[in-house]
């Protein structure tokens, strides 16, 4: 299997990618509140207010950490998703 990283058409020149960082709360909350559960890197950086070269590393890393799933369209879009853990991670600190 390839890595996917390789391949970033949504991205820019990657200029401040070093410099800015999102929590993995703040990324899993944009995630939970959007309209569908599914959402491409775009949205995201809109929504946390960051470069999607600065935030496309980081979303592979909550991907390796267990946080994330992510498919890659066409080799041109990205879509990520809360995994099932995740999710119920957060079930289960809402209901006790």
């Known amino acids: 299997m390839t890595d996917e990283r390789a391949s ?3 991205t820019g020149s990657g200029a401040d990618a070093d410099i800015e960082r999102v929590s993995t709360e703040e990324i899993v909350d944009v995630i ?3 309209p569908v559960p599914v959402v491409n890197t775009q949205y995201l950086a809109d929504e946390c207010d960051i470069s999607v070269d600065a935030l496309f590393e ?3 890393e909550r991907v390796e950490d ?7 369209v066409e080799d041109r879009w990205h879509l990520w998703w809360l995994t099932l853990e995740t999710e119920l991670e957060e079930s289960t600190r809402t209901d006790g």
């Open 58 to 60: 980081q979303l592979f």
């Open 32 to 34: 939970r509140a959007a």
């Open 8 to 10: 970033r058409p949504e």
């Open 66 to 72: 267990g946080i994330l799933e992510h498919h890659s």
